[in-house]
């Protein structure tokens, strides 16, 4: 049997899990490794961590004998039954006070439940959120644990050590920190990544105006966005879109971005976060658009045909390229503005309806480095928050209001471009509609109120009246007094 000689071990030895592990090692920690698929163990072990602190487990129970107590268990496996099954596969071998982490993509009402699961048996868990990719894994990612608090402490330096660090008054700060309870360290990883989707349709409907509209090539579109990554935009998702219009296939010498097919795919994390707002009734306008745009491009076959028969404006810009230019790169600023404070309200939401305090500003600063979201603007948002804990909406707060008045006139000359040329552009427009919305004080609600009313009896509130009072009106003369219970789903 295996002497318990690793600080921690990792199931999964995928992509992220060799590059997690390679940079908790470098950290000095011992690492026990162990793959379903054990011939991946011997690879590891004699190829990437040669010569390294690497125990290879060729069973569970090999895995788990090597580790020091209070074992530390970390998954990094696919969402869904595979982590049931790993959990299985590795439970008659832990022993109470044993912790179990959870750093895949999975979704957080799993976590709850595995959470309580485990503590039937007396283990500890720990849902993590793990963002940065493959460099990120390896180089410090973003991470966000959630669970059982309880076992906080025993992971806490590895956790840290291996994060990725920010600047944050002249000391360096480590993207990580404990998140809440439960399913929390999950549910802000969903989130984020829905962030992510908003963010990167926002960027692919600015790329799709400035070519289409303007002619740009991907060499100028790469410029652009050099430019974009020295601003308020500066992020890794605009410096990573810098460099791929830059780059050339070395076999056909086209640019790449050219060549590759306009059909998106998705892992599930964002359909999640839509779901999570509709059940809390939080208007996630921009990001479910995101998500809906990923599935009209995979409706390829379907695109092409229509595009023979359906016809619309052809694409025609007179006036100064770079005005227009500048801007798409406040109306991209404006919408992103929008798709933060629309997932900080669904967080907010998520932890009144869970009972979880959040550190929204504390959310900011673990997002500022490390993760596929990072940006500078997450420093306002960090602010934001530190100056009004309380703060209920993103676009309430002095600097982001002001951002958004000095952005308001390019963004609406953008999206009526984009009208006007039969250009889409679903999240961008869904973030303007949205703040249209929101900044008005009476919507025409007070109409479809009526027609739920007419139709179902579901009454109504009145103006003149005082609040929380329903009423219900016999609108046909034959409906009589009988009204519907009031409730909101």
Same mark, same amino acid.
């Given at each position: 049997m295996a002497t318990a000689t690793a600080d921690i071990g990792l199931i999964g030895l995928a992509v992220m899990g060799e590059n997690l592990v390679l940079n908790? /090692?470098?950290?000095?920690?011992?690492?026990?490794?162990?793959?379903?698929?054990?011939?991946?163990?011997? /690879?590891?072990?004699?190829?990437?961590?040669?010569?390294?602190?690497?125990?290879?487990g060729h069973s569970p129970q090999e895995f788990v004998a090597s580790l020091k107590r209070p074992r530390k268990v970390m998954m990094l496996v696919k969402a869904g039954d595979a982590v049931d099954a790993t959990i299985a596969s590795v439970m008659p071998y832990l022993e109470p006070g044993d912790i179990l982490i959870d750093g895949g993509n999975t979704h957080f009402p799993d976590t709850n439940r595995r959470m309580a699961e485990a503590n039937a048996k007396g283990l500890l868990y720990i849902g993590t959120g793990v963002s940065g990719g493959e460099e990120g894994a390896l180089k410090g990612p973003s991470i966000m644990p959630g669970g059982d608090e309880k076992a906080w402490p025993a992971v806490k330096d590895i956790f840290q050590a291996i994060a990725a660090k920010v600047d944050e008054g002249g000391k360096q700060v480590p993207c990580c920190d404990w998140v809440g309870p439960q399913g929390a360290g999950h549910f802000v990883k969903m989130v984020h990544n829905g962030i992510e989707y908003g963010d990167m349709q926002l960027i692919c409907e600015s790329y799709h105006l400035m070519s289409s509209l303007l002619g740009l090539k991907a060499a100028e579109l790469a410029d652009v966005f050099g430019k974009w990554n020295t601003g308020a935009l500066d992020s890794y998702l605009i410096e990573i879109t810098r460099d791929i219009f830059g780059y050339v296939d070395p076999e056909t010498k086209q640019p790449m971005v050219d060549l590759i097919l306009d059909k998106a795919g998705q892992k599930g994390t964002g359909k999640w976060t839509v779901d999570?707002?509709? /059940?809390?009734?939080?208007?996630?306008?921009?990001?479910?658009e995101a998500v809906f745009a990923r599935c009209l491009s995979a409706q390829k076959g379907q695109r092409e045909a229509a595009s023979k028969l359906l016809s619309g404006p052809t694409p025609a810009f007179t006036g100064d390229k770079q005005a227009f230019i500048n801007d798409v790169e406040q109306a991209l600023y404006a919408s992103k503005i929008v798709s933060y404070a629309q997932g900080y309200d669904l967080m907010a939401a998520q932890a009144a309806a869970s009972k979880w305090t959040l550190n929204n500003g504390g959310i900011a600063l673990m997002w500022r480095g490390g993760c596929i979201i990072r940006s500078k603007f997450l420093g306002n948002i960090k602010e934001a928050f530190d100056k009004n804990p309380k703060l209920v909406n993103l676009l309430v707060d002095p600097f982001f209001a002001a951002e958004i008045q000095r952005c308001q006139a390019a963004w609406r000359r953008v999206i009526a471009a984009a009208a006007t040329n039969g250009i889409p552009t679903p999240a961008m427009s869904a973030a303007l509609a949205y703040f249209d919305g929101y900044r008005t004080a009476r919507l025409p609600a007070n109409l479809l109120q009526a027609q739920r009313d007419y139709f179902g009896a579901h009454t109504y509130e009145r103006t003149d009246k005082p609040a929380g009072q329903f009423f219900h009106t016999n609108w046909t003369g034959r409906g009589g007094t009988t009204s519907s219970s009031t409730y909101n789903v």
């Open positions: 908790m /090692e470098s950290r000095g920690y011992t690492v026990a490794v162990y793959n379903r698929t054990t011939s991946k163990v011997d /690879e590891f072990v004699g190829g990437r961590g040669k010569g390294k602190k690497f125990v290879g999570s707002a509709t /059940e809390n009734g939080i208007p996630l306008t921009l990001i479910a």
